[in-house]
């Protein structure tokens, strides 16, 4: 398992190039860049500084959905206010919170662009945000700025003792990834839409079901029980035609339910 570090939408090369460097200074490897304005690029070549493989090994995508569909805790970072309940980790919990999560499933955390930061469509891929302390009057750090921030207290907390969970049930242990709990959100929209829940605001009283099953939905398994009491609503609503078939161990091969929601 590890951590990977997410730059969305990026418009100046050079950050990413200065995150390579302090990336590699405090041992991480894995950097995913979502839509980039430019890269490759000689100024992140030149900002890295002699980190060339880590932006050789680069992965570029086109969504945050793509860069986040396998990992099992998410946090992204924002400076700005949100009218939304989020969970919020300063610097130093969100540190501890991934080296926990890093030892039983694959773990990012999401830098927005320059100019605007994460969108709420974004933080809808997020188990929690991150906000760094930092002076009020002047809150926006540089992206590259707080990714060194995160990555020098990641491998601060690192050096900590963690919680030996070998002992337990690997089944029972498997943490829901953000791209099953999207399939699962994007099921639940689709029940939802032929019932008169719906009839409100859509996009903010849907956001506010995924913050709250967020909380609570943590497991594969949970997230499979929830898929099952969906598609029995869908045969007695008459929503699907065809006949219920058994549910299977993971959601990512349930055949009827490949959709996947690409905003929010």
Same mark, same amino acid.
């Not at 860069?67 to 949100?82: E, H, L, P, S």
């Not at 709420?120 to 945000?129: E, G, Q, V, W």
């Not at 609570?216 to 078939?245: C, D, F, H, M, W």
């Given at each position: 398992?590890?951590?990977?570090?997410?730059?969305?939408?990026?418009?100046?090369?050079?950050?990413?190039?200065?995150?390579?460097?302090?990336?590699?200074?405090?041992?991480?490897?894995?950097?995913?860049?979502?839509?980039?304005?430019?890269?490759?690029?000689?100024?992140?070549?030149?900002?890295?500084?002699?980190?060339?493989?880590?932006? /050789?090994? %680069?992965?570029?995508?086109?969504?945050? $959905?793509?860069?986040?569909? +396998? @990992?099992?805790? =998410?946090? *992204?970072?924002? !400076?700005?206010?949100?009218?939304?309940?989020?969970?919020?980790?300063?610097? /130093?919990? %969100?540190?501890?919170?991934?080296?926990? $999560?890093?030892?039983?499933? +694959? @773990?990012?955390? =999401?830098? *927005?662009?320059? !100019?605007?930061?994460?969108?709420?469509?974004?933080?809808?891929?997020?188990?929690?945000?991150?906000?760094?302390?930092?002076?009020?009057?002047?809150?926006?750090?540089?992206?590259?700025?707080?990714?060194?921030?995160? !990555?020098?207290?990641?491998?601060?907390?690192?050096?900590?003792?963690?919680?030996?969970?070998?002992?337990?049930?690997?089944?029972?242990?498997?943490?829901?990834?953000?791209?099953?709990?999207?399939?699962?959100?994007?099921?639940?929209?689709?029940?939802?839409?032929?019932?008169?829940?719906?009839?409100?605001?859509?996009?903010?009283?849907?956001?506010?079901?995924?913050?709250?099953?967020?909380?609570?939905?943590?497991?594969?398994?949970?997230?499979?029980?929830?898929?099952?009491?969906?598609?029995?609503?869908?045969?007695?609503?008459?929503?699907?035609?065809?006949?219920?078939?058994?549910?299977?161990?993971?959601?990512?091969?349930?055949?009827?339910?490949?959709?996947?929601?690409?905003?929010?």
């Amino acid at each position: 398992m590890s951590v990977r570090i997410v730059m969305v939408e990026t418009t100046h090369a050079g950050n990413i190039g200065a995150t390579a460097r302090v990336m590699a200074n405090m041992g991480l490897t894995h950097l995913c860049l979502v839509n980039p304005r430019s890269f490759p690029d000689p100024e992140a070549t030149a900002r890295a500084a002699g980190a060339d493989d880590i932006l /050789e090994r %680069a992965e570029v995508l086109g969504s945050l $959905e793509e860069a986040v569909g +396998d @990992c099992g805790c =998410v946090i *992204g970072a924002t !400076a700005r206010r949100r009218s939304l309940a989020w969970p919020l980790l300063d610097s /130093e919990q %969100a540190a501890a919170r991934l080296v926990r $999560e890093q030892s039983s499933t +694959d @773990c990012a955390l =999401v830098f *927005g662009p320059e !100019a605007c930061g994460l969108s709420n469509a974004h933080l809808d891929l997020c188990h929690a945000r991150l906000r760094i302390d930092v002076n009020e009057a002047f809150p926006s750090l540089n992206v590259a700025t707080a990714v060194a921030v995160m !990555a020098y207290e990641f491998r601060k907390q690192s050096g900590l003792a963690a919680p030996d969970l070998s002992h337990q049930n690997t089944q029972e242990m498997s943490l829901m990834t953000m791209g099953e709990f999207d399939q699962l959100m994007t099921h639940l929209e689709r029940v939802l839409s032929h019932t008169a829940f719906l009839t409100g605001p859509r996009t903010k009283l849907i956001r506010k079901l995924r913050r709250l099953f967020l909380q609570g939905v943590k497991s594969t398994q949970e997230v499979n029980i929830l898929r099952g009491v969906l598609t029995s609503l869908e045969y007695a609503l008459g929503i699907s035609q065809k006949q219920p078939q058994k549910q299977p161990q993971k959601p990512t091969q349930e055949r009827p339910h490949k959709n996947k929601r690409t905003s929010t």
